[in-house]
C-alpha cells in the first residue's frame, strides 16, 4: 500500500537534496528514480521547457525535441495542457516516433504529465514502459505522479538555475491548481 507520510517525508529531504546540488545530471537522475519507483515504470524522463524546444538532461547530455511543428504525442500534451495515459502508444493518433519515444526502445505504455507553474509551462515529466516490462498504467499511478508534479517543479527551477546561474524564485511544495498556459 502507498504511505503518503513516507512520501511527504522523501520529499522534504530530497527537496533539501536538491537545493544544494548544482549538477543537473544528478538532480535528473533523483527525479527519474523516484517516478520509476513511485509508478512503478520501466522508465521515466523529464522534458524541460525551452520554447521552441522540450530538453532532457542526461548521461552528460541534453536532447532537445523541437515542438515547432506541432506534431506528436508530448506536444499535444503541452497544447491541451492534460495528463495523459497511453496502454499502447504506438498505436496512438499523433504517435510520432522521433519525438514521442527518442530512446528508440519498443514503449509499450506511457503516462505524461504536463509541468504548469502559476500559469508558466515548465516542462513534461513522463513514466514509460516497453515490452520487456510491460505496464500497464493507472488512475491511480496518474494521481500519484501529479501529487508530485510541485516537487519536480522546483527541482526543474533549481537546475535552471544551474544552468543560467540566475536567480529563480523559490516555488513551496504545494498543489497548483492553475491551468493557464502561456507559451
Do not use: H
Not at 530538453?55 to 495528463?83: P, T
Not at 496512438?92 to 509499450?108: L, S
Not at 509551462?121 to 505496464?135: E, L, N, Q, R
Amino acid at each position: 500500500m502507498f504511505n503518503i507520510s513516507q512520501l511527504k517525508k522523501d520529499l522534504i529531504n530530497k527537496t533539501q537534496e536538491i537545493r544544494s546540488m548544482d549538477n543537473n545530471i544528478e538532480i535528473n537522475n533523483i527525479l527519474e528514480n523516484m517516478i520509476i519507483e513511485l509508478t512503478e515504470a520501466e522508465f521515466s524522463s523529464i522534458w524541460i521547457y525551452d520554447f521552441p524546444i522540450l530538453r532532457r538532461e542526461r548521461y552528460n547530455k541534453c536532447e532537445d525535441i523541437s515542438i515547432e511543428g506541432k506534431e506528436g504525442l508530448l506536444y499535444e500534451c503541452l497544447s491541451k495542457k492534460q495528463s495523459v495515459i497511453y496502454n499502447y502508444l504506438s498505436s496512438e493518433k499523433g504517435y510520432v516516433p522521433t519525438i514521442d519515444n527518442p530512446d528508440n526502445i519498443r514503449i509499450k505504455s506511457k503516462v505524461m504529465v504536463p509541468l504548469i507553474d502559476n500559469g508558466r509551462f515548465v516542462g513534461i515529466a513522463t513514466a514509460y514502459s516497453s515490452i520487456k516490462k510491460i505496464k500497464k498504467f493507472t488512475n491511480s499511478d496518474l494521481e500519484i505522479f501529479q501529487a508530485i508534479t510541485p516537487f519536480i517543479i522546483e527541482s526543474i527551477y533549481q537546475m535552471k538555475k544551474n544552468s543560467e546561474n540566475i536567480a529563480i524564485p523559490e516555488t513551496k511544495i504545494t498543489p497548483n491548481t492553475d491551468e493557464n498556459l502561456i507559451i
